[in-house]
């Protein structure tokens, strides 16, 4: 594991923005796997503006993204469908076709599970963004009594629900089930840039990267991993 820690959000977002942009130099058909959040809009803002100066092309990129709220049409403005248009895919030359997210409005969200997991296993995910949730989450993995490896369905913890009413207009709109990757599908990724930032989440990725492999605590299946880097942002 490599653990970097910078003193600013915009120095997080630039180290992840480079890491991506170096792997798209390398392998313009890259497989990007994103998230939402907070944590990853510095990283898009840079991508944007990469691609605008004309230094990225993502015409060959493919990207499959974590998670959706179940429920929620892909132009409601807080799905995350409707985030990653709005961050990032308006914005680059990235074919719509080749943009993946769970369809949180699927006629049966099991089938949408299987279908994304054989998507998963088919494309291969380069490069995972993974933010950490306050309860040690990764996509929507809860804490729970195991690790659950494929494409499942879940209902949001209490924390969760919590910490999301901020992107809503209260804490009732918030969805309480959410569609998300798998532990098996982001395990699988051939590296993983888990990024936090602010004091808040020092305690859990402290937690998640140095106490026990736990299912109590999702992200910490990350120490098992071979390619995994960390960087921490204590603005
Ligand atoms: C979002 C996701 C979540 C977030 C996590 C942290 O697609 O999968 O696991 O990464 O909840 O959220 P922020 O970045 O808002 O603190």
């Known amino acids: 594991m490599q653990w970097i820690t910078v003193s600013s959000y915009e120095e997080l977002s630039q180290i992840a923005a480079d890491r991506i942009t170096a792997l798209m130099k390398r392998k313009p058909n890259a497989v990007l796997g994103l998230a939402t959040g907070s944590s990853p809009i510095g990283i898009y803002e840079r991508l944007r503006a990469a691609f605008a100066r004309g230094e990225l092309d993502f015409s060959r990129a493919c990207s499959i993204n974590l998670d959706e709220y ?9 799905s995350y469908r409707f985030f990653m248009q709005k961050h990032l895919f308006d914005h680059i ?38 933010g950490i949730g306050l309860d040690g989450h990764i996509g929507f993995n809860e804490p729970g009594d195991a690790f659950l490896k494929g494409t499942h369905i879940i209902d949001l913890h209490e924390s969760t629900i919590r910490a999301n009413a901020r992107f809503f207009e209260s804490e009732d709109e918030v ?21 936090a930032n ?26 098992l991993h071979p390619n995994l880097t960390v960087i921490y942002s204590e603005e």
């Open 175 to 195: 969805p309480h089930r959410a569609i998300t990757m798998g532990i098996g599908g982001i395990m699988n990724a051939k590296e993983i840039l888990l990024i």
């Open 70 to 78: 179940l429920g929620l049409a892909p132009d409601h403005p807080q």
């Open 93 to 130: 030359n990235i074919p719509n076709e080749s943009t993946f997210v769970p369809n949180g409005c699927a006629k049966d969200p099991e089938a949408e599970c299987r279908a994304y997991d054989a998507l998963i296993e088919e494309r291969g995910i380069d490069l995972q963004i993974l």
């Open 198 to 223: 602010g004091a808040s989440k020092k305690e859990i990725l402290c937690a998640a990267l140095t106490g026990p492999i736990t299912p109590a605590v999702p992200a910490s299946i990350l120490q």
